[in-house]
């Protein structure tokens, strides 16, 4: 049973925009942030934002004003709102939560911005 389950990726043009969802197993406990990174062919993954159970956030400076995440706690799940696309947030995004000193990790979604 995955314990990650994103989706919301997809192919959109440039400015366009896309929300991604991940939802979180009722099997992870004590979730003490979610978050979202990404990792385009040939690069290293990367941050891209994530959010604490207080709901204080962390943004990558590249996606800082047109990248929104937020989370709904009673449904452990996160989201991100990502507008004004632009060919380079091309990559797979994967969702992330950590809890109990450990990584959670989702399968990954595509996401493709044509230019």
């Known amino acids: 049973q995955a314990q990650l389950v994103e989706s919301g990726g997809g192919l959109v043009q440039a400015g366009g925009s896309l929300r991604l969802s991940c939802a979180a197993s009722?099997?992870?406990?004590?979730?003490?942030?979610m978050g979202w990174y990404r990792q385009a062919p040939g690069k290293q993954r990367e941050l891209v934002a994530t959010i604490n159970s207080f709901g204080n956030t962390i943004y990558a400076t590249s996606v800082k004003g047109h990248f929104t995440i937020s989370r709904d706690n009673a449904k452990n799940t996160v989201y991100l709102q990502m507008n004004s696309l632009k060919p380079e947030d091309t990559a797979v995004y994967f969702c992330?939560?950590?809890?109990?000193?450990?990584?959670?990790w989702g399968q990954g979604t595509q996401v493709t911005v044509s230019s």
């Open positions: 992330n939560a950590k809890a109990n000193f450990y990584d959670y």
């Open positions: 009722t099997s992870i406990f004590n979730i003490e942030a």
